[in-house]
């Protein structure tokens, strides 16, 4: 009877330490879990191995989160916040990215663009010396010599919201890069048509149809719409631009848009509303190609843009698809 009083006594006390070692692991894998940021600011070294590619990178800051899960809800909770909000969120992080350098780079040369001079001499020493103070972190226009809009010196949408100034970020344990690694420039159609011979970078996604464009002036501003499809679909779309003059000199600026559309063709008759919010370039249609045809008319009516009052009126006859 003693023995099996002993043996029940040892047996109760590695039950019960049995379990206090369960807890404390349980407790230990817990407190690990907990103390993963969802969103962090990390260094480049810490991502990728030394070479010398990319060895002018390592003390970069970059994004590092928890998960891809993480990534795409934060990405989603930035296109519907507004500049202001960004511009919060990113100071609380202590990051300065692509998002961050860019708008900066931007409100200076807006000053430029904003003087009140027709002394060209003074305002090209100014582009000047601006364009020298960020050559090393964006890229300039080298085909439009007079476009002088700072460029990421790569092309990924999502990564020039939260990526670094090379448009990197760190998702769970690997580092992603953007889709392009150069640079897009906005070239005017008639800018186009004269370097039509020469290689340069295209726009992704969306393809202008030739005599579909459409332009209003607002002081400094010119906004124009074309007519045209995503590249990549099967569905017309419309591309609003804006620019900004300063007397030789144009940069890029955001803005928001509407216009009435109507596309008639043999077998279509097409007329809707088409809005573009402040800062997006691109509205798709949701109408197939093959529905219009291949030829077809075009009107527009009140185009409007949010840099002006002015509004623009334009049919197109026999648009062709491209």
Not at 6 to 19: D, E, P, T
Not at 119 to 137: A, F, G, R, V
Not at 283 to 312: H, M, Q, T, W, Y
Request: hydrophobic share 35%.
């Amino acid at each position: 009877m003693k023995i099996e009083k002993i043996f029940g006594c040892i047996l109760s006390a590695c039950m019960i330490v049995s379990l206090l070692s369960c807890n404390s692991e349980n407790e230990f894998i817990g407190s690990a879990q907990e103390t993963i940021p969802d969103v962090e600011v990390s260094t480049m070294d810490m991502w990728v191995k030394e070479t010398r590619s990319v060895s002018e990178y390592l003390n970069m800051p970059v994004l590092h989160f928890k998960d891809e899960q993480v990534y795409s809800e934060t990405l989603r909770q930035l296109k519907n916040m507004t500049e202001n909000e960004r511009f919060t969120y990113f100071q609380q992080l202590g990051f300065e990215g692509a998002y961050i350098l860019w708008e900066q780079a931007d409100r200076e040369l807006d000053k430029i663009f904003d003087m009140e001079s027709d002394d060209s001499h003074l305002i090209q020493e100014m582009i000047n010396t601006y364009k020298d103070k960020y050559s090393d972190i964006f890229s300039f226009n080298t085909v439009d010599l007079f476009d002088v809009t700072p460029y990421f010196t790569f092309t990924d949408n999502d990564l020039s919201l939260l990526g670094n100034i090379k448009g990197y970020v760190v998702i769970g344990n690997s580092l992603r890069g953007p889709k392009y690694d150069y640079p897009t420039y906005d070239l005017d159609e008639v800018v186009s048509a004269t370097r039509a011979a020469e290689p340069t970078p295209i726009e992704p996604g969306f393809k202008g149809f030739k005599d579909a464009s459409l332009t209003i002036k607002n002081g400094k501003y010119k906004s124009t719409m074309t007519i045209g499809r995503i590249v990549n679909g099967n569905s017309f779309a419309v591309e609003f631009k804006t620019k900004k003059k300063q007397l030789f000199w144009k940069k890029s600026v955001k803005a928001g848009y509407s216009a009435m559309l109507t596309m008639k063709s043999s077998k279509f008759n097409y007329k809707n509303t088409v809005f573009c919010p402040y800062g997006k370039e691109v509205s798709i249609l949701n109408l197939p190609i093959e529905r219009v045809g291949n030829v077809f008319d075009a009107v527009v009516e009140n185009f409007k843009s949010s840099r002006g009052d002015a509004k623009g009126n334009q049919s197109f006859h026999n648009i062709r698809v491209i």
